[in-house]
């Protein structure tokens, strides 16, 4: 008696595993782990765009310094026709040898598919080949070689033709080297928490994330902010996504939290992006996603 009682309470449960199990398997459950994780590298590919003021928009930033014609000696009026309209307030301090950075910038048309405000901080220090900081990239006759790089806080938001985004938080730490010859090379690390609302015909949905990315060795000419520096990047990202999904319309998936690890190559203006053997392309410009027949 005591067998078939223990048959009984164990035939539904086993049923029940079995049934998550085929669920979990099936065509369906497939279809929605891919379109997460489409939104998920829709939502990656607006954090590194150069337009957005993404992690590219930086990365420019970034080179400019390592030239003569670093942000701090430009004038508003060249930045408007080269970036957006800016505004850049820099101070010094001679103690400890590190600038400090502010700039605000708008792009695109507000009423458009792409616009972007966008308003960060930073700080750096120029270092000569002995690591000791000096005021400029060049001083008399001696260039810096490395450059120590932060982004301290940012805020903004923008929009592309498949979402739009509101920053929430921004950080990052970059080491420069090679700032005295023509081509650097960058490592460090980059983290962009962020609002984005996803419109499809089928679902509108927000996902509150967090990106985290690693350089490993990302090179690019110095200098080359003013010649389209996405289309002269190259090197590999790694990195973490993790979001919160909420749907305001329809549900075009069931996972409400993503968590994907990705890699990035860098090249031609594009970045190849790699999660759970999908690949997918970015516009390293307007960060988006290029998509067959665009």
């Excluded at 009984?8 to 085929?22: D, G, Q, Y």
């Excluded at 928490?193 to 000419?221: C, G, M, N, Y």
Aim: hydrophobic letters at 35%; a neutral charge; glycine letters at 8%.
């Amino acid at each position: 008696m005591k067998s078939k009682k223990f048959v009984a309470i164990l035939l539904p449960a086993f049923a029940a595993f079995m049934m998550s199990a085929c669920e979990k398997d099936s065509p369906m459950s497939s279809q929605n782990d891919t379109v997460a994780t489409e939104d998920a590298a829709e939502s990656i590919a607006s954090a590194i765009g150069a337009d957005n003021g993404g992690v590219v928009d930086q990365m420019g930033d970034v080179l400019e310094l390592a030239s003569f014609g670093h942000l701090q000696a430009q004038s508003d009026e060249l930045l408007s026709k080269a970036t957006g309209i800016a505004k850049i307030d820099t101070s010094y301090d001679p103690v400890t040898g590190t600038w400090t950075l502010k700039l605000n910038r708008e792009r695109g048309n507000p009423n458009g598919d792409h616009y972007a405000q966008i308003s960060r901080t930073y700080t750096y220090q120029f270092l000569n080949k002995d690591g000791q900081p000096q005021k400029y990239w060049k001083v008399g006759a001696d260039t810096a070689y490395t450059i120590k790089f932060n982004i301290i806080e940012g805020t903004g938001t923008h929009r592309t033709r498949h979402l739009s985004q509101k920053l929430t938080g921004l950080s990052g730490a970059f080491t420069v080297a090679g700032v005295n010859t023509r081509l650097v090379t960058i490592n460090g690390t980059y983290e962009r928490s962020a609002v984005d609302t996803i419109s499809t015909s089928e679902a509108v949905r927000t996902l509150d994330h967090t990106v985290k990315l690693t350089f490993t060795d990302v090179q690019a000419p110095r200098g080359s902010r003013h010649s389209d520096v996405h289309r002269k990047l190259s090197g590999n990202i790694s990195g973490t996504y993790t979001a919160f999904v909420t749907f305001q319309r329809g549900e075009s998936y069931s996972e409400k939290t993503i968590n994907r690890t990705f890699s990035i190559e860098l090249g031609d203006g594009n970045a190849n992006l790699h999660i759970r053997g999908l690949k997918f392309k970015c516009d390293l410009l307007l960060g988006e996603l290029i998509r067959l027949g665009r």
